[in-house]
């Protein structure tokens, strides 16, 4: 029997996704200039005064970062100054993710006239790109302060080709070289897979792979390279895989994960330990970190306690987002991949929080990137479909295979990111490998049908873009132009974008429905005007 995602399975996925916003700072404090006042460290949660104007002002508004490397921390610093006429209270500094940080003091208190500085410091990170992140100021008793950071990041040293697989190269030849024309040496590569490891620095180098040692070593698609270049320490990239080479590569994720779970702890606490478990998720969804670290302390609570459906106390704080408590638990011994009944981990509840801060700490904290739950798929499903696309960049930076495939849907990352997610996740999923025309096992849905019904107008454009079949079909007969015009999310807008793209006009569905037709059978606010859209631009022989 085919399946098929009703109402009730459709059900099952909301109920899994609730997520929280509670998020704790984690903002590492510096020592206050006088003559700046601290208020005593537990206040009430500050609220904004109706119609209040903001009065702390941030010189510059916008702290552009310009140009650094991938390896380099940079710092800024703003200006926040009280142009009002009263004393205020700025309450708290939070950056939209563990990439940038400040010195901000929390409570830090500001009389009229008075200014502070705040250094804020964005990382590179892995790969070169654009960043623009948010630094966020909680002012009591007036909205808060959004700090916009901006930063290009620079891969120093570039690969040429950015990016190859056995089939189109199977020499494995690259070159390697410094755009600043700093010699460097390339210091390790992982896997161990070079013919020719050069030992003298160079400015260029030409390496090449050995396929061969590659297939003895590969346990995923990543290949990294570190060097001793000063301003660029690693470079990894993804190898192309045909289907044949991706299914084998997907077997050893496998392998290698069933050999993780025989080490995992079970959920009987050690000797000594009696599980408070009444108010434990109480605790969780209130933030109350310290009250966790007190009961783990007194033997009250084991930092692996797990509830009745099997989710640990780590993926309870990591739905949240609370990186605070995630780390007191981590520390405390926290399996970073326990998993529950249907497999989920940690690091697939933090890819829903929102919070890439969440996500990057699993990471940094060594858990599973490719692990697989029964359901969605793993780590990179569950963010593609509803986190963020900042996360989905960390997790494929840490070698998240964008392949997977849940055993529900048969969904892919890219097709939760087309039809649910972030439309900014499309591009790097994209260009990490990701497989333009997989199909789900719903409908044969590929990511650009899932585009046209629910997605987003951008994410539908990247993937036209991207070179995606407009024309190919699901079981139903329907191709994108069809979903679109038949689907109460298909704007016109999206129509037109396939027009466009060479959408054949004269197609028919299974039922041997034309465009105009299923978008006749529409009652949804939008019909009306898709109608008028097709009744004008499809042939007069379709009418």
Not at 73 to 101: D, F, Q, R, W
Not at 237 to 263: C, D, H, M, T, Y
């Amino acid at each position: 029997m085919r399946f098929r995602l009703n109402t009730t399975a459709l059900a099952t996925v909301a109920g899994l996704l609730i997520v929280s916003p509670s998020m704790a700072q984690n903002a590492k404090p510096a020592s206050p200039a006088p003559p700046i006042r601290q208020l005593p460290p537990k206040q009430a949660p500050p609220v904004p005064a109706p119609g209040k104007d903001q009065v702390i002002k941030a010189t510059p508004e916008v702290l552009a970062l310009g140009e650094f490397s991938t390896s380099e921390t940079k710092p800024g610093t703003i200006t926040l100054t009280n142009t009002g006429n009263e004393t205020v209270t700025i309450v708290s500094a939070k950056a939209s993710c563990g990439c940038t940080t400040s010195d901000f003091q929390r409570n830090t208190v500001l009389d009229p006239g008075q200014a502070i500085d705040v250094t804020i410091r964005l990382r590179g990170g892995p790969t070169a790109r654009e960043l623009k992140k948010t630094v966020t100021f909680t002012v009591e008793g007036y909205p808060q302060l959004k700090v916009p950071v901006e930063g290009t990041s620079i891969a120093y040293v570039k690969m040429t080709p950015d990016r190859l697989g056995q089939d189109e190269n199977p020499e494995g030849k690259i070159v390697l070289e410094a755009i600043d024309g700093q010699p460097f040496k390339i210091v390790n590569v992982q896997p161990p897979i070079l013919r020719n490891t050069p030992v003298e620095a160079a400015a260029r180098h030409e390496v090449e792979i050995n396929w061969d040692q590659y297939w003895d070593e590969a346990k995923n698609a990543k290949v990294t390279f570190y060097f001793d270049h000063p301003k660029c320490n690693q470079h990894y990239f993804l190898v192309k895989l045909n289907p044949e080479q991706r299914a084998e590569i997907n077997r050893r994720i496998r392998e290698s994960g069933q050999k993780g779970k025989a080490a995992k702890k079970g959920d009987v606490p050690p000797p000594g330990v009696r599980n408070d478990s009444t108010s434990v998720k109480i605790l969780v969804k209130q933030g109350r970190t310290e009250e966790i670290v007190s009961r783990i302390k007194e033997k009250k609570l084991d930092a692996n306690y797990k509830d009745k459906s099997g989710m640990s106390i780590l993926g309870m704080a990591s739905k949240e987002g609370n990186v605070e408590m995630m780390t007191v638990l981590i520390d405390n011994g926290a399996d970073v991949d326990a998993a529950d009944q249907v497999g989920r981990t940690p690091l697939m509840h933090a890819g829903t929080s929102k919070n890439p801060a969440a996500v990057r700490l699993l990471i940094e904290s060594d858990a599973d990137v490719n692990a697989k739950d029964t359901f969605i798929g793993g780590p990179l499903a569950w963010t593609s479909g509803f986190g963020s696309a900042e996360s989905v960049q960390d997790l494929v930076d840490a070698g998240a295979q964008v392949e997977t495939v849940g055993a529900a849907t048969g969904y892919t990352p890219l097709i939760w990111a087309s039809g649910f997610g972030d439309s900014g996740s499309i591009p790097i999923l994209v260009d990490a490998g990701a497989n333009l025309e997989a199909k789900d096992t719903v409908d044969g849905g590929t990511a650009l049908m899932h585009a046209s019904r629910t997605g987003k107008i951008e994410g539908l454009r990247t993937l036209v873009k991207a070179g995606a079949n407009v024309n190919a079909r699901d079981r139903n007969g329907k191709s994108a132009f069809l979903n679109a015009a038949g689907h109460s999310s298909g704007s016109t807008d999206k129509i037109i974008v396939l027009i466009e793209a060479g959408s054949d006009l004269t197609a028919k569905d299974n039922s041997g429905r034309n465009a105009l037709e299923l978008a006749r059978n529409r009652t949804d606010a939008q019909a009306t005007e898709v109608i008028a859209l097709l009744e004008k631009r499809m042939p007069a022989s379709e009418d």
